[in-house]
């Protein structure tokens, strides 16, 4: 573990608009922070080699600064301008025995800023390389926000995590991770597809299973209680016409999904967790999981991407939805799928250091500057071939940031080329706030290849799209 420290505070301030908000010239860090030798140069990265996923199940705990827990060493919440080193790879968890081994190239991992003392901003990225002007969570005083990570590896198997301003806890949970692999193994390929509403629990919305078909009652989800959910397979309100969607047939095995909680009637967290051919692993008398999904106010709604085991000894079509305390309504929306070892061939990931694709603000260096988002607006982006993306890339994974919208409003975003927008959202998000969440966003195909489209629903609001790897 180390932290690595800068000189020049004055400039914490001065380019507070380059990253998204928020953003800071390294300064010195907490003073809990052991001395440590000088900070290696600097380096650039390259996208790594061709990989699959593996997921990590069940995930564990890496980092929780509050405890003192870094992987194998011992680190301590991070001061304004710090930057913390993670080692990833080679630390053994002492509850369930899982690791990401050594060789790794991205680590999916679920990354919690809590209790900070100011406004500020985390940035991950390959440990000892040049920080990007990209974020990952961008965050108020004094609240837990959660948002999913997929991050590019050093060659050592390390991250840094950049805080911007003030003090900050931070937690990070391993979900999975890509590591290299020759392309004849189809085990952890990607097959993407547009995005598509497969839950819904709340009453008078598309007909599906999680609202019983529109029955007219309540199904928000009550106090440590975890209910099942289909992914796979097409939902009751648009079988048997959407298509792709996630096959039901034993070839799929992990998915990648969007959960956003909503309307919660008490301060809670969500949780996915495995289904299996006992039931749901947590809830009721199997007690509550040690980890959190998604956090969300009262009141509010709140989203956080998910890399998931679909089933456990079962046919893998199912996943459980677990809600700490009170009621609360959620929506699932998938977005693609990972194979096992009968899928067809699939697509293997590139990750990189986080690249700023697009920023809609006036003035900000990108092919998006000056393109605000208008209520209803859709604003088409290109991504293959652009910022280092080859041509033949199918999908990205990028972290997508609302900014200061003048009125609460939800982001989706989605192939160019869909015949028509399709009912989902990546970001929920109030007036005049900054929220992210990561997205894997299938690419248009046909005539006008490898672009994708913002759709925006109500008022005028800014977006960054930070991408950290693509699929091909």
């Known amino acids: 573990m180390s932290f690595r420290t800068g000189r ?3 400039s914490a301030f001065s380019i507070l608009a380059s990253i998204v908000v928020f953003g800071a010239q390294q300064v010195p860090a907490a003073a809990a922070v052991r001395a440590s030798a000088p900070a290696a140069a600097a380096t650039t990265v390259s996208a790594s080699a061709a990989s699959n996923y593996i997921p990590v199940n ?9 405890k003192g827990l870094c992987g194998g060493n011992v680190c301590h919440a991070l001061g304004a301008g710090g930057t913390l080193q993670l080692q990833v790879t ?41 920080r ?47 590591t290299p692999t020759p392309s004849t193994q189809p085990s952890g390929e990607y097959h993407p597809i547009p995005p598509l509403r497969v839950c819904d629990t709340r009453a008078e919305q598309e007909v599906n299973a999680c609202n019983g078909f529109n029955d007219g009652k309540s199904h928000a989800i009550g106090p440590n209680t975890a209910v099942k959910v289909t992914v796979a397979g097409q939902p009751a309100w648009c079988s048997p016409t959407c298509t792709p969607s996630i096959p039901t047939d034993g070839t799929e095995e992990f998915a990648i999904i969007n959960l956003t909680a909503i309307a919660g009637t008490v301060n809670t967290y969500l949780s996915v967790v495995p289904w299996t051919i006992n039931g749901c692993t947590y809830g009721g008398n199997k007690g509550a999981p ?27 079509i199912n996943i459980c939805v677990y809600n700490a305390v009170g009621k609360a309504n959620f929506v699932i929306d998938a977005n693609g799928w990972f194979g096992g070892p009968t899928a067809a061939t699939g697509l293997q990931f ?38 280092g993306i080859p041509s033949a890339a199918k999908a990205i994974v990028a972290n ?10 939800f982001i989706s975003a989605y192939p160019s080329d869909a015949a028509s927008r399709p009912n989902v959202s990546d970001i929920n998000v109030g007036a005049g706030q900054v929220l992210d969440n990561l997205t894997a966003i299938t690419l248009s195909g046909g005539a006008s290849p ?16 930070d991408v950290e790897g693509w699929f091909q």
């Open 290 to 316: 040690p980890f959190s999904t998604v956090n969300v106010s009262a009141g509010k709604a709140q989203a956080n991407r998910v890399f998931v085991d679909l089933g456990i000894n079962t046919n893998p």
């Open 8 to 10: 020049h505070i004055a």
């Open 90 to 130: 080679g630390y053994v968890d002492p509850g369930t025995g899982n690791s990401v081994p050594a060789g790794a190239s991205a680590v999916v991992i679920n990354v919690t800023a809590v209790g900070g003392t100011s406004y500020s901003l985390f940035t991950v990225y390959p440990a000892g390389s040049n």
């Open 400 to 409: 997508l940031t609302a900014i200061a919208g003048s009125s609460f409003t």
């Open 58 to 66: 069940p995930g564990f705990r890496i980092l929780d600064t509050r």
């Open 350 to 387: 590139y990750a990189t250091s986080p690249t700023r694709l697009c920023d809609t603000r006036a003035g900000m260096g990108t092919s998006c500057a000056g393109h605000e988002l208008t209520q209803a607006g859709v604003l088409t982006v290109a991504a293959a071939g652009q910022d």
């Open 450 to 465: 490898g672009d994708f489209d913002l759709f925006n629903a109500l008022g005028n609001i800014n977006a960054t799209v």
């Open 132 to 178: 990007p002007t990209a974020s990952n969570i961008n965050f108020p005083a004094g609240t837990a926000i959660a948002n999913l990570v997929t991050s590019q590896l050093s060659s050592g198997g390390a991250i840094d995590i950049f805080n911007a301003l003030g003090t900050v806890n931070v937690v990070g949970d391993i979900e999975g991770y890509f």
